[in-house]
Structures are given as structure tokens and as C-alpha cells.
T-cell receptor, first 112, second 111 residues
Framework: NAGVTQTPKFQVLKTGQSMTLQCAQD?????MYWYRQDPGMGLRLIYY???????DKGEVPNGYNVSRLNKREFSLRLESAAPSQTSVYFC???????????FGQGTRLTVV | SQELEQSPQSLIVQEGKNLTINCTSS?????LYWYKQKYGEGLIFLMM?????EEKSHEKITAKLDEKKQQSSLHITASQPSHAGIYLC???????????FGAGTQVVVTP
């Protein structure tokens, strides 16, 4: 979706390294989400932000931090990557409740 | 916390046949989304249901939400190779709209 840009698209990290996944939108939506997708487990919510400056934990927040400094960007940080964090990460955004949620193309992360 | 369970986990259907995917919630749903995902790609919005008993159709795909708003089904008529992929149901788990999703159903369409 052109409205949601995730960077990078692919990344390989060594255990213990840190990195930040970036998500930027040009749709002026309020809510933004970070999910991880693993085989057989579907999408699991890591963190979400209902509005600029606010964040809240989702289902699987351990090992991650987020930052929503402005309305446009929502970043996900891995401070010390672990092999268990190998996954595909999706950023999503939504204007308001009960409207379509838009997803980025995903970041495929491998931790070795 | 609310869980969304999808069934089956996967299915193989012959081209031209119909298929149905179910999504069940442990709590009353505020709304229910259906998305489709092709391997290695992002999620494509199919439709959203909000009212009990609501039914929506798009091309050969029909989705229904039961009266109690705890179960939804997605039905594909006369499946085609383009229908192959992973189908996910999701929905807001509270009035703030925090979205959660089921584990997905993988659909394979054979010639």
C-alpha cells in the first residue's frame, strides 16, 4: 500500500544487535500498529499507538520498544535481537474505529 | 483477552468448487474484518462487517456476521486460482479499536 511505507524490507541481524524498523504514513491516520507474523500463529499485536505521543502494549511486547514522535511515523526498536524475534513485521494504520486498516508490505527479519 | 479462532487452518479445494472459512470470537465483536494475504506480501482488505446478521458480497466472496456477533464466515463461490492465499479475520477488541487477528486459513486451489 503506497500510504504505508516500511523500511527496511529485509534484514539479517546477529544475536544481540539492535535495530529500528521504520513505518511512515501519508494518510494522516490516527492509529498505528506493529504486528509480527509467524507460521501457524497469524498476526500478533506487539504495540499500538492510538494517537501521536501515546503507545500501549499489545499481546507480545517483550523485547521491543516503540516510538510515536509524530502522527506520521511509528518506529519499532529491537534493543538486543534474539533468534525468537525472527519474523515478518507489519505496520498498520487506521483512521478511526470500524474503518479499514491499511498494512505495509512487511519487513522480513532474520536473527542468527 | 479476546481470541479469534479460525477454521480450518488450511484447505485444498479444486478449482470451481466452493469453500467456507469460519472465524469465532470468545467475546462479542465490535466489528469483523476479513483480509487476504498472498505469500510474501501485505494484507489486502476484503470487507468489514459490523452489525449482527450483516452480510456483504464482493465478486465471488460473501461474508456474514451472526446475530450474536461472535461468529463470521467467509464463503467463496466457484473458486479460482486467484483465490489462493491466506485469509485472516480480525477485529477491534475494545471500544478504542485495538485490532487483533486470527491465525489465518491457508487456501490452495488446485486445477
Amino acid at each position: 500500500n503506497a500510504g504505508v511505507t516500511q523500511t527496511p524490507k529485509f534484514q539479517v541481524l546477529k544475536t544481540g544487535q539492535s535495530m529500528t524498523l521504520q513505518c511512515a504514513q501519508d494518510m494522516n491516520h490516527n492509529s498505528m500498529y506493529w504486528y509480527r507474523q509467524d507460521p501457524g500463529m497469524g498476526l500478533r499485536l506487539i504495540y499500538y499507538s492510538a494517537s501521536e505521543g501515546t503507545t500501549d502494549k499489545g499481546e507480545v511486547p517483550n523485547g521491543y520498544n516503540v516510538s510515536r514522535l509524530n502522527k506520521r511515523e511509528f518506529s519499532l526498536r529491537l534493543e538486543s535481537a534474539a533468534p525468537s524475534q525472527t519474523s515478518v513485521y507489519f505496520c498498520a494504520l487506521q483512521d478511526r474505529v470500524y474503518t479499514e486498516a491499511f498494512f505495509g508490505q512487511g519487513t522480513r527479519l532474520t536473527v542468527v | 483477552s479476546q481470541e479469534l479462532e479460525q477454521s480450518p487452518q488450511s484447505l485444498i479445494v479444486q478449482e470451481g468448487k466452493n469453500l467456507t472459512i469460519n472465524c469465532t470470537s470468545s467475546k462479542t465483536l465490535y466489528g469483523l474484518y476479513w483480509y487476504k494475504q498472498k505469500y510474501g506480501e501485505g494484507l489486502i482488505f476484503l470487507m468489514m462487517l459490523q452489525k449482527g446478521g450483516e452480510e456483504k458480497s464482493h465478486e465471488k466472496i460473501t461474508a456474514k456476521l451472526d446475530e450474536k456477533k461472535q461468529q463470521s464466515s467467509l464463503h467463496i463461490t466457484a473458486s479460482q486460482p486467484s483465490h489462493a492465499g491466506i485469509y485472516l479475520c480480525g477485529g477491534p477488541t475494545d471500544s478504542w479499536g485495538k485490532l487483533q487477528f486470527g491465525a489465518g486459513t491457508q487456501v490452495v486451489v488446485t486445477p
